[in-house]
């Protein structure tokens, strides 16, 4: 499995980078590649654009690779992790600003997909959805169409049939951060 960790973003609803903000006295992308690390992804890729986001990647001994075309959005760092992945796996998803996503979760999902071949796997917490997704190889020209800052949504629309929801127990899952409102919430956690 190929973990792709996004974290090319401009955080511009916080109005500094969100993913060097700390929750328990530890920057939410080193939570996040931490967690990756705990699973079982074989291969991890962390694509950024901010030299200081790469170098903690470095330092966490993950695969880098620098998003130069960050502005196009989310769809230009989904091509690049796909380009420096391993097209013999399937595609996991993650975003770099979910500070309490865990590798337990992170194994039932790719337990799921073992299970649901060419599917998409989508991670459910009471009702709601998000990432990580997995998305089966057999989609990756779809994803590699995808332009502008829409992510997966339109190849997960487009095979609504091949999509299995994983209901996951870890309540704050699925919580991210994108505004100082979501940080206090969640840096009181």
Do not use: H, W
């Amino acid at each position: 499995m190929n973990g792709i960790i996004l974290a090319s973003g401009f955080s511009t609803r916080m109005g500094k980078n969100k993913l060097l903000m700390k929750i328990n006295n530890e920057e939410i992308i080193s939570r996040v590649i931490k967690e990756v690390k705990k699973s079982n992804i074989s291969n991890i890729i962390l694509v950024a654009r901010e030299k200081t986001i790469l170098d903690i990647g470095k330092l966490e001994n993950v695969k880098v690779v620098e998003n130069k075309e960050a502005y196009l959005g989310q769809s230009s760092s989904i091509k690049i992790g796909i380009n420096n992945s391993n097209i013999d796996e399937d595609f996991m998803f993650f975003c770099g600003d979910q500070p309490f996503i865990d590798f337990k979760s992170i194994n039932k999902l790719i337990e799921a997909s073992k299970k649901a071949r060419e599917s998409i796997i989508i991670p459910k917490v009471n009702e709601k959805t998000g990432s990580p997704v997995i998305f089966s190889k057999i989609y990756k020209k779809d994803l590699g169409l995808l332009t502008g800052d829409i992510g997966g949504r339109e190849v997960i629309r487009k095979n609504k049939e091949k999509v299995v929801y994983v209901e996951i127990m870890n309540p704050l899952f699925l919580e991210d951060v994108d505004t100082n409102e979501d940080y206090i919430k969640l840096s009181k956690i």
